[in-house]
DNA sequence: CGGGACATTGATTAAGATCAATTTAAGTGG
DNA sequence: CCACTTAAATTGATCTTAATCAATGTCCCG
């Protein structure tokens, strides 16, 4: 795999953020990643104990990698748990298929994000995680993350936490469907996106959503004509301008009344 | 604590199921403690060491346990986490309170649950743990059970399941949530507790809810006059037969069509 | 420049929320 | 034990929101 060509094609699809925001593009290193600053990082972790004991600098060429491009899937639903997946560039949906064929996206991990983790209760993988646009991500193997914890407390409860941050997330997205209306879904989506742009170093102002009015609809329990009223309507109001996929947040304060809470 | 007087305030509100059905005062014993079964009884694992290293038969009087009244708290949100616990009888409500004050009831975790989870990302609980009726739980220091797992892979590997378990729980919920009308959302939700009942050695098709109408609406995203049609719509298409909190699942195939996926 | 996916907008319908009134059951205290 | 109180649940009438149906607009890509 020619690096330089996936990075010039993950380059093509990136925010046009202002100069001086990070781009996509580049590898977090272990001062700008949120999850090593959070102690969550688990790339960095691995990497420290793959050069046998001895505390090594960051360096994404000591761990496989793998390019995602747009659409394709980093895993399926029913594929056996090998790897989990630290998430370096790019943004990937979770979906999740009933049985009756009807898809709802659980999430929509970004740069920084931890994917995988839905295989971990049976050993196979509940959803499709698709690539949103072409995306970088390293491969972590599932059974040394659990053999690494069995010797290291530390590791153990890293990942344990990092386990049940996925279910607090979830948890909060419940609050969100059984209490909001569709407006007030959209701007809490938004505030989200936001939130997570602003970890990753990029503008929480102003971005490009990566993904489909559709997907943002079975996400959020709504219609794809529900979707786009609510955008429309956050438009009217003068929080948002909205032109297709490019956002640009104009009350932020305005934004949060309406997605906090209530 | 008299633990005969205990067993007593229990006894009186179980639920009136048939002889040949388990009564929920009686503890799970090794043999048909689900969760034992499954390789998921963490307080069998916990029993096992605490005995020097020795595996010693199950027995729920080597571990610490507390009884929570009808109505009082196990734990509260924003109390720093110290001990999951296994809930051996009773059950319990999770309650998210927003910083609006809006309430949502997370789940309704029965015999065999493993409780706390909740607090394991920050260290502090995000919901408050109500019982319904008077509980029996068994207390399991969650330092000890990280220590343990950073000595032993298997034990690893089941705390991180318990937790995944308790994920994949919340994203079939949002499932329900995003693409069910009430009355599926109702049957999809008995047909849960159904199972669970089951699991626990109860009758799956006959059973006394334990939560009110309110606690049911916030858990589903309706209001509570809407459980209360859809309830009686069930009961007219005589799938059900409902009255208040004694339930008769009349035609429990329906009840599936209905309340499986779509 | 034309095709196709994606998005927006309008008109109508249906589901559930809201408002309001009873009904039922379970205590509680005389 | 019975009247009284209160919480919980049910039912009906009306209103609001979002779904549905249908048409049009717009951008991206070959």
Do not use: W
Request: proline residues 4%; charged residues 25%; glycine residues 6%.
């Amino acid at each position: 795999m020619n690096t330089a060509h996936t990075s010039a094609r993950i380059c093509e699809l990136q925010n046009p953020g202002p100069p001086d925001y990070r781009s996509a593009l580049s590898i977090p290193s272990p001062a700008t990643c949120r999850m090593a600053a959070a102690g969550m990082c688990f790339v960095a972790d691995l990497c420290r104990h793959t050069k046998a004991g001895i505390h090594q600098p960051f360096s994404i060429d000591t761990l496989p990698r793998r390019t995602v491009r747009r659409g394709e899937s980093l895993y399926r639903a029913g594929d056996t748990l090998v790897n989990l997946y630290q998430l370096y560039a790019g943004s990937v949906k979770l979906r999740i298929t009933n049985c009756a064929g009807i898809e709802q996206i659980a999430s929509f991990p970004m740069a920084g994000a931890l994917l995988g983790l839905d295989g971990i209760e049976t050993g196979k993988y509940t959803c499709d995680a698709i690539a949103l646009e072409d995306s970088l991500v390293c491969s972590l193997s599932f059974s040394d993350l659990v053999a690494r914890s069995s010797s290291d407390a530390a590791a153990a409860l890293r990942l344990n936490k990092a386990i049940a941050q996925e279910t607090n997330h979830y948890r909060r997205l419940l609050m969100v469907l059984t209490s909001m209306n569709s407006e007030e879904r959209i701007a809490s989506f938004l505030l989200d996106i936001s939130e997570r742009m602003a970890a990753s170093g990029y503008s929480p102002r102003e971005f490009v959503l990566k993904m489909t009015r559709e997907d943002i609809a079975r996400h959020l329990g709504m219609k794809i004509e529900t979707v786009s009223r609510a955008f429309t309507r956050l438009q009217i109001s003068r929080i948002l301008d909205v032109s297709r996929r490019h956002l640009n947040i104009r009350d932020p304060d305005a934004l949060r009344r309406l997605g906090t809470s209530h």
